[in-house]
């Protein structure tokens, strides 16, 4: 059974530093991983998309890198901005069958203070 | 163009009543996606649907819990004698191809069953 766990719970960071935040998954048979943020009361908004084929994808400040034979995938933040602040979730769909379900870590609660 | 769409935004029922809850997807996606999300459980895969396949309904917690999809395009979960522990937001996501394409969430349902 695939399990996803993300480190830390938590991080709170000053204004302009650079952070990352870690994924871990259990069985590396997966189709793509998605990074996602979701702001309180709010859905989830994707940031980026990595194919199992695929090292890293990046998006503005945001890059994402996936080890896929490591189980493994990081988000780096550059030079965050409070408005960054939000909880980031990461995900992995196995695919290659009928169903591309996304299997959810538990999420970094992230705080950036101004 | 518009996001996925889902009303009510929130519901607040009483325990053993019945409730539906309704999803909008993206114009043109073909899969549609059921998530849960609780404090105790995280986020966790409800049910799926593809064009006019078959649903995948392993993720579905009990036989209270169905879901149908008319036309292949709105969808609707319904919650059958609803009981506390299925407090929880609810959301949907469409996507494009299956396994291939970023699933767009819905800002989601908050059901409280009081």
């Known amino acids: 059974k695939q399990e996803v766990t993300q480190i830390p719970a938590a991080l709170s960071v000053p204004e302009g530093e650079n952070l990352v935040l870690n994924c871990s998954f259990t069985?590396?048979?997966?189709?793509?991983l998605q990074w996602f943020r979701q702001d309180p009361g709010k859905g989830l908004t994707s940031l980026l998309l990595?194919?199992?084929?695929?090292r890293e994808q990046t998006s503005g400040r945001l890059n994402a890198s996936l080890d896929k034979s490591s189980g493994r995938s990081t988000l780096y933040i550059a030079a965050s901005q409070p408005g960054d602040s939000a909880t980031y979730l990461c995900?992995?769909?196995?695919?290659?069958?009928?169903?591309?379900?996304?299997?959810f870590g538990t999420g970094t609660l992230l705080a950036v203070q101004p | 163009g518009a996001g996925v769409s889902q009303s009510p935004s929130n519901k607040v029922t009483e325990k053993g009543k019945d409730v539906e809850l309704r999803c909008d997807p993206i114009?043109?996606?073909?899969?549609l996606y059921w998530y849960r999300q609780s404090l105790g459980q995280g986020l966790e895969f409800l049910i799926y649907?593809?064009?006019?396949?078959?649903?995948?309904k392993s993720g579905l917690p009990s036989d209270r819990f169905s879901a149908e999809r008319t036309g292949g395009s709105v969808s609707t979960l319904t919650i059958q004698r609803t009981q506390q522990e299925d407090s929880a937001v609810y959301l949907c996501?469409?996507?494009?191809?299956?396994?291939?394409?970023?699933?767009?969430f819905g800002p989601g349902t908050r059901l409280l069953v009081l």
């Open positions: 649907f593809q064009g006019n396949s078959a649903p995948d």
């Open positions: 995900a992995v769909s196995r695919g290659g069958g009928a169903t591309n379900k996304l299997i």
């Open positions: 996501a469409s996507s494009s191809l299956t396994g291939l394409e970023t699933q767009y």
């Open positions: 069985d590396s048979a997966i189709y793509n």
């Open positions: 990595i194919q199992s084929s695929q």
């Open positions: 114009s043109g996606h073909t899969a």
